[in-house]
């Protein structure tokens, strides 16, 4: 799992770190940033299942473009940017620290990548024992390959690789130490999901699938095409959950085959409009609101245990009231399945619903008043934050803009 991003160059930002716990929260004003570096865990998460890194960028015929493409995706004038990701070990107890770095001009190709083994001591006056299991040579950047050193069991082996994709991605044959370690970050990688939800398409048929579209629109083909046994125990958790969310009480939420061949399917709720009333609801006539909470609650009972997901503006098209029933799921649900989440928010109810025991992970994004360069603060690390917090509660801060007004003095 995903424990710490730190972005260089990239887009906005000069340099940040942003920690990532079981429930990591992002707040800050618009064009803060937010985005940006949600941006960069989705470019990780491309070049992580091995797409082409120009196409990660601008996108293509399967792909849509990261905001900006490769014009964009390095902070102006620079031509390159680093991304590093920290990740836990599954098996060594350790972390693998992964860095990439991409020139963006005059070609858009792999500049640098890296793979470190970190363990920690025991002893926690002993330094890490550090041990480099992969780096690339420093090429010209005219050449379409790129050497790699290969550090395996003592012995340096340099071998060619494309430039055009990550060298993550075209490991293979390696030993047990650097198969683990190649796997444990690809998996932590692929494993990112970003969830942008667009009610409209999630109202649609969608086609049988066994992988959830970060936009939500096939939630309907992903249950439907769960085993039996698996279907019923996500159906049973969705309709556990909705059931609190609108003013009608909805009974029941699933998803079946529809058509003579079976192979798109449709949501479906049984709602109770009056006492011993109930009625069918297809999605195409369910709420905005319904459907953005159905795509949060589907992402976390069907993403692979392991999951970093990412959920930009969560509180979009539901009622401030049910903030509180929100945090509970996310705490919940990621807990029982070993999800982590990371969310940005505006929304100050959502923030109270949090509660003081998350202060220590709230992550402020802000702009620096005299070069314009987002930054990552912790909120805690904020000068007087003790006074803000004795003065304020969490949502009140955002509200009053008593945050930003603190980092502008602190600048």
Not at 12 to 34: C, H, Q
Not at 325 to 340: A, C, H, N, P
Request: proline share 4%; charged share 25%.
């Amino acid at each position: 799992m995903l424990k710490q991003l730190i972005l260089e160059n990239w887009k906005s930002f000069r340099y940040a770190e942003l920690p990532l716990d079981p429930l990591t929260v992002v707040i800050g004003t618009n064009a803060s940033g937010k985005s940006n570096m949600v941006e960069a865990l989705e470019f990780l998460q491309r070049i992580g299942r091995g797409e082409n890194i120009e196409a990660a960028l601008a996108g293509d015929k399967t792909l849509s473009s990261i905001r900006g493409g490769v014009e964009w995706a390095a902070l102006k004038p620079e031509t390159k940017f680093t991304l590093n990701v920290l990740v836990n070990g599954k098996y060594t107890k350790a972390d693998y620290l992964y860095t990439i770095t991409v020139e963006t001009k005059p070609h858009t190709q792999l500049l640098d990548e890296s793979l470190t083994l970190i363990k920690h001591s025991l002893n926690k006056n002993e330094e890490p024992y550090i041990e480099k299991l992969f780096q690339t040579d420093n090429p010209s950047s005219n050449t379409p390959n790129i050497t790699v050193h290969l550090y395996d069991t003592n012995i340096i082996k340099s071998q060619e690789f494309r430039r055009n994709r990550s060298i993550l991605s075209q490991l293979i044959g390696l030993s047990m130490k650097m198969v683990e370690a190649i796997n444990v970050v690809s998996q932590s990688l692929e494993n990112i999901f970003i969830l942008e939800s667009i009610p409209s398409k999630i109202q649609n048929y969608s086609p049988l699938s066994d992988k959830l579209e970060s936009d939500g629109s096939n939630i309907a083909g992903v249950l439907a095409a769960l085993t039996e046994e698996r279907k019923n125990e996500v159906e049973l958790t969705l309709s556990h959950y909705i059931k609190y969310l609108p003013e009608r009480d909805i009974k029941k939420v699933w998803a079946e085959p529809v058509g003579r061949l079976n192979t798109d399917a449709m949501l479906y709720c049984e709602e109770e409009w009056k006492p011993g009333e109930m009625r069918l609801i297809e999605a195409k006539i369910m709420s905005d609101g319904t459907l953005s909470f159905l795509a949060i609650l589907t992402a976390l009972l069907t993403q692979p245990e392991g999951s970093q997901i990412v959920i930009e503006e969560i509180d979009n098209r539901l009622h401030p009231s049910r903030a509180e029933l929100l945090v509970r799921i996310l705490r919940e649900i990621g807990q029982k399945r070993k999800i982590d989440i990371l969310l940005t928010t505006h929304n100050p109810a959502l923030l109270d619903a949090l509660g003081p025991e998350i202060v220590p992970f709230v992550i402020v994004a802000h702009r620096d008043s005299e070069t314009g360069e987002s930054k990552l603060t912790l909120l805690e690390d904020i000068d007087n934050f003790s006074k803000l917090f004795a003065s304020y509660s969490l949502g009140d801060m955002t509200t009053k803009g008593a945050i930003e007004r603190s980092l502008s003095r602190n600048e």
